[in-house]
């Protein structure tokens, strides 16, 4: 069976892992008598190629993900070691593979590699320059099924503090009631600005009614929730559900006092709520995916309130109204603009 394509450059970077000499004969190595297992960090690869070919060569293995994921450590910042060597997942964007690899160099002593692995479409062919200062240039160890795998070997301490705050991103956001700062951070979505998806969204929410609960469902860094909340009478609630725990830290920021979810699933979330919202993800990795769209749909009435509604917004081309029509009766599409829609759906009417 062919593999996902997001999971290929775990399986070349394994393929290298496999086939390099065990821990103990490479040069440097301490020799004679038993010594611990070397130590390695996997840093936000969802797939098990990798981690399985570190586990099978003799290390000891952390795996580390800002999104929650199955068997891994799920935190705004990883874990701070020290390791014997660092894998990097090439993330979605640039800003992204900095901060990572940064973490990376900061978790090694001097000597120790840093490896970064990835597909050609994913940037890696141009990631060398995103390796912190204090380390050397990488050495490519391995180009195979358009993914590569490289490694720089770290000769000093990274130049940044090592913890999150050192990357955030602050720009002004204006969603029509006046520019405030926002907090980002590298991969969050629409890292610094406002997304046109995100703004049509907020267009149509609807003012909520003191008391009223609202659940801003893969809320990111918060912005939905923020003018549903301005919009709303005061007393008013809203609930941030996010997987990315990165995410969350912005949101905190944003909306101090809020209350915010690390997790998956709208089932997760004691409901009831008058209104639902999401700018839903619509891609696992690069290849699109209605799957999260299509369990929020199934999962949003045991946590609607009666007449309570759902607003989501994607673009106009996506099959939504089919798979809302699946789980309401009452559905309608509320804006139209460019190339995005905004449907609400019920169950009942309000
Ligand atoms: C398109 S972005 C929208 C972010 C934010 N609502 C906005 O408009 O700026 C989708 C968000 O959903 C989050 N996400 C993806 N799958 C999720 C899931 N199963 N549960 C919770 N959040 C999820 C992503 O991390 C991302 O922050």
Redesign the pocket.
């Known amino acids: 069976m062919t593999p996902p394509p997001g999971e290929i450059p775990s399986e070349v970077a394994a393929a290298w892992a496999l086939q390099r000499p065990p821990p103990g004969d490479r040069i440097g190595a301490p020799r004679g008598g038993p010594h611990p297992a070397p130590t390695a960090l996997v840093l936000g690869d969802p797939a098990p190629h990798l981690p399985r070919a570190l586990a099978q060569t003799g290390y000891a293995l952390t795996r580390w993900h800002r ?2 994921t199955r068997g891994q450590i799920c935190a705004p910042w990883p874990p701070s070691g020290p390791f014997g060597e660092v894998w990097v997942r090439m993330p979605r964007s640039s800003r992204e593979a900095a901060m990572l690899l940064h973490a990376a160099a900061a978790r090694v002593a001097d000597g120790a590699r840093i490896h970064l692995y990835g597909a050609g479409r994913e940037g890696i062919r141009s990631s060398a320059r995103h390796f912190p200062e204090g380390t050397d240039p990488p050495d490519t160890l391995l180009i195979k099924r358009r993914c590569r795998v490289l490694a720089a070997t770290r000769r000093a301490p990274p130049p940044r503090p090592d913890a999150l705050d050192s990357w955030e991103v602050r720009a002004p956001v204006d969603w029509g009631t006046g520019a405030r700062d926002w907090t980002f951070y590298p991969g ?3 890292c610094g600005h406002l ?1 046109a ?2 703004a049509l ?1 907020i267009d149509c929410l609807p003012a909520l009614p003191a008391g009223a609960r609202l659940l ?9 929730a923020a003018a549903a909340l301005e919009r709303g009478a005061p007393g008013a609630e809203a609930v941030l ?4 725990a990165i ?1 969350l830290v912005a949101a905190s920021r944003n909306l101090p006092g809020a209350t915010l979810v690390l ?3 709208a089932a997760a979330v004691p409901g009831p709520f008058a209104l639902i919202v ?5 891609h696992a990795g690069s290849a699109q995916s209605l799957h ?1 769209v299509e ?2 749909v199934r999962e949003a009435p045991a946590v609607l309130a009666p007449g309570g509604r759902l607003l989501l917004v994607a673009q106009r081309r996506l099959p939504i109204a089919r798979i809302l029509e699946r789980t309401f009766p009452l559905i309608n599409t509320i804006a139209d603009r460019e190339s995005f829609r905004v449907w609400e759906a019920g169950r009942n009417q309000p």
């Open positions: 999104d929650l969050v979505f629409a997304d998806a995100t969204l801003d469902f893969g809320a990111g860094t918060g912005i939905i559900l996010e997987r990315d995410a997790g998956r699933s999401s700018t839903p993800p619509i999260t369990e929020l």
